[in-house]
Structures are given as structure tokens and as C-alpha cells.
């Protein structure tokens, strides 16, 4: 079988993490990939934080936690890195183009042996005072959407392989 579709059929959320941290290498490496998404118009409306400063991280864990209903202590299961994507909400297609660096980011990870998992209510983090904040200390200037937080790390378990739900395709000839 083809190499990237073996990446895809075997990529699974990964929910617990050692904490050793990750190699700066393969982070630049799953950036880069994420980079490489399509954009609407090609427009690349999409930004990543590479968040590795523990506190900025556990700030973001911190917020993100507070806008989650399970209430859980670290939304990030430990993971020491996030990837946060941001889209330019300018764009048309803003948020699809975001999605696609998610996904990106998350194929490479499997690619590379790195645990990953999409994280969501990064929008509600960055539209509050303190998200804003962060992005502005950051020096970053726009109008930019939370789309994602991509955790990575190394992985301290083993996802279980989930069936796939039948009748999803219909191919019309």
C-alpha cells in the first residue's frame, strides 16, 4: 500500500503523552507540512503558533479548559507542544483553509512516530481579552480566528483502532 494512504488509515488521536519534550526538528517538520495545505485562491490564510514555552502552553490549557464542558484539568493531555492555527478571517474560505493545515498537521505527526490530536475551542481562546492579548504581545497583527490546537508529543499510549462507519461512499458511474 502506498505510503501516505498507510499514514492516513493509521493516524489516531492520541490522549496521553510523555513529556519528554519534542525535537525542534520534527516540529519544524510538522509545520512545514501544515504550511504546505491548499488555500482558497491560495490565499494561505492560515498561521501556526509552535507553542513549546511551558507557560504560554499551560496558559493556553488554562484558557482553553476554562470553555470546556468536560471540565477536564489540562485539555491538552499533557502533551508539551501545541500547534495553534489561526486564519486570517479576511479570507473567503478562511476556515476550510485552516482545517487543511489541521490535517496536515496531523497526517505528518503520524508520519514522523509523534502523537497528535485536534483540540478544539481555539477560537473561543482567542476571541476572549486574554487570547487577544496573547496574540498582540506576540506581535501579531489582524483579525485572525482560531481554528485549531494541534497537541503533539510523544506518545504514552496506544490508541485503539475505532471501526468505520459502513455506507459513507456512494460512487455514481
Known sequence: MNEVLKVIKSRRSVKK?????????LIEQVVEAGLCAPSGLNAQ???????????????LSFLNAGKDPFKRSDPFYGAPCVL????????????????????????????????????????????SPEGKAILKK?????????????????????????????NRAYYID
Open 17 to 25: 503523552y510523555k513529556p519528554d519534550p519534542v525535537a525542534k526538528e
Open 84 to 127: 495553534v492555527v489561526l486564519a486570517e478571517k479576511s479570507a473567503h474560505t478562511y476556515l476550510y483553509d485552516g482545517s487543511l493545515v489541521m490535517e496536515n498537521l496531523l497526517l505528518a505527526a503520524e508520519s514522523l512516530g509523534l502523537g497528535a490530536c485536534w483540540i478544539h475551542r481555539a477560537k473561543e481562546t482567542f476571541e
Open 138 to 166: 506576540l506581535g501579531i497583527e489582524g483579525d485572525y480566528e482560531g481554528i485549531g490546537n494541534c497537541i503533539l508529543g510523544y506518545p504514552d499510549m496506544l490508541p485503539q483502532d475505532k471501526p468505520r462507519k459502513p
Open 45 to 59: 490564510s492560515a498561521i501556526i503558533l509552535a507553542v513549546t514555552n511551558k507557560e504560554l502552553r499551560d496558559e
